[in-house]
């Protein structure tokens, strides 16, 4: 991508010498996500132009270096995107995710818009041989339900509640699920999306368009309320409203990217002592924990692929994605 709205084609040498370390992916699948769009309309507050768009895929192995032992050519996989200095605080305490230096492969480094790929095996996460392609690109996005599930005080045998019914808000619900929640409900305004969350099995849904916040969530929870909220909207009401309804001394998990910076009432986090936690992509241990969940069916992801475009119609797929709104949840970009 140039500039914002303007995709350009080159063609480029297939890479033929690897270092030692390194793995030659042949990428198969590309998944478009919100973050993707933000990218597109010149709105994400973090990447720079000219950039190679793609972080969330699946791939073939196509060639191993001389020292890599775990991988070998032919297997299904994918990797995180994430480039870390490795040497400063957060990188030593293990979240690297926040790296003081991070640069994100397909924002502010080149992603995987391109037919091949080289990733150090450090970061290769195999794909089991009975996974489909379109379920390993979905394990990116699935990280993220994974780490930002992970970033509350807790989620077993709690109510919660999810802003935000996109791919990556379904996701967290499912993961919600999974983490043994005692009911969880999901909210956006389209009843496509809303209708893709019962298809994936997700307790409970909420037009806020149609029924206000908190007669849903009391009509949904009762009395009990819910204890948990994430907000993957990345828009003013929606942070609102978790933040007007969630239990006192509840846990806000903030994951929606936001065009424009929103207000939050500071007074009132403090005299209700809510804990609100950011939550920032995923860790080795988020895909891994991806991966096995979508393999044994614990997350659901068929439902949540809309359509597929071939690799020259990447800009018809953006079109697409404008121009069907809220009736679209993943569009795949094939290889």
Same mark, same amino acid.
């Given at each position: ?13 297939? /890479? ?13 699948? =590309? #998944?478009?996500? @919100? ?18 768009? *793609? ?10 270096? &001389? ?7 032919? !297997? ?12 400063? @605080? ?15 492969? *397909?924002?502010? $480094? ?9 990733? /150090? ?23 993220? *339900? ?16 999810? &802003? ?12 919600? +699920?999974?983490?043994? $929640? ?6 956006? =305004?389209?009843?496509?999306?809303? #209708? ?25 929870? *009762? ?13 003013? /009401? &929606?942070?609102? $409203?978790? +933040? ?11 994951? @929606?990217?936001?065009?424009?910076? /929103? ?12 804990? +609100? ?19 044994? @069916?614990?997350?659901?992801? $068929? ?21 069907? #709104?809220?009736?679209? !949840?993943?569009? !795949?970009?094939?290889?």
């Amino acid at each position: 991508m140039i500039t914002p709205g303007v995709i350009e084609y080159k063609e480029l040498p297939k /890479p033929e010498k690897l270092a030692a370390n390194e793995v030659l992916l042949k990428i198969e699948r =590309i #998944g478009i996500c @919100g973050s993707d769009i933000h990218v597109f309309h010149g709105e994400h507050p973090a990447t720079p132009y000219p950039v190679v768009q *793609g972080h969330e895929y699946s791939a073939i192995v196509h060639d191993i270096g &001389s020292e890599v032992k775990s991988i070998k050519p032919g !297997m299904k996989a994918t990797a995180w995107p994430q480039l870390v200095c490795g040497k400063c @605080g957060p990188c030593q305490r293990g979240q690297y995710n926040v790296c003081q230096e991070l640069k994100v492969q *397909g924002f502010q $480094a080149p992603g995987v818009a391109q037919d091949y790929f080289i990733v /150090p095996e450090e970061r290769i996460i195999v794909i089991p041989g009975t996974m489909s392609l379109d379920q390993g690109a979905l394990v990116e996005p699935a990280a993220v *339900g994974a780490h930002s599930t992970s970033r509350t005080t807790g989620i077993e045998g709690k109510n919660i509640v999810v &802003s935000g019914a996109g791919t990556v808000g379904n996701l967290v619900a499912q993961f919600a +699920m999974a983490r043994g $929640a005692a009911k969880v409900l999901i909210t956006d =305004i389209s009843n496509y999306r809303l #209708g893709i969350a019962k298809d994936c099995g997700i307790d409970g849904v909420l037009n806020v368009a149609s029924t206000p916040f908190e007669h849903g969530v009391k009509a949904f929870f *009762g009395d009990s309320g819910f204890q948990i909220g994430f907000e993957a909207a990345g828009v003013q /009401p &929606s942070l609102h $409203a978790l +933040m007007a309804n969630v239990e006192n001394g509840g846990d806000i998990v903030i994951l @929606g990217v936001y065009s424009e910076n /929103p207000t939050v009432n500071m007074y009132f986090l403090g005299e209700h002592e809510l804990n +609100m936690f950011g939550s920032m992509m995923y860790r080795k241990e988020d895909y891994e924990e991806a991966v096995k969940k979508i393999d044994s @069916g614990q997350i659901t992801t $068929a439902p949540l692929i809309s359509k597929h475009f071939s690799f020259e119609e990447y800009l018809d797929a953006y079109k697409y994605i404008e121009k069907q #709104g809220d009736k679209t !949840m993943k569009v !795949m970009i094939d290889l």
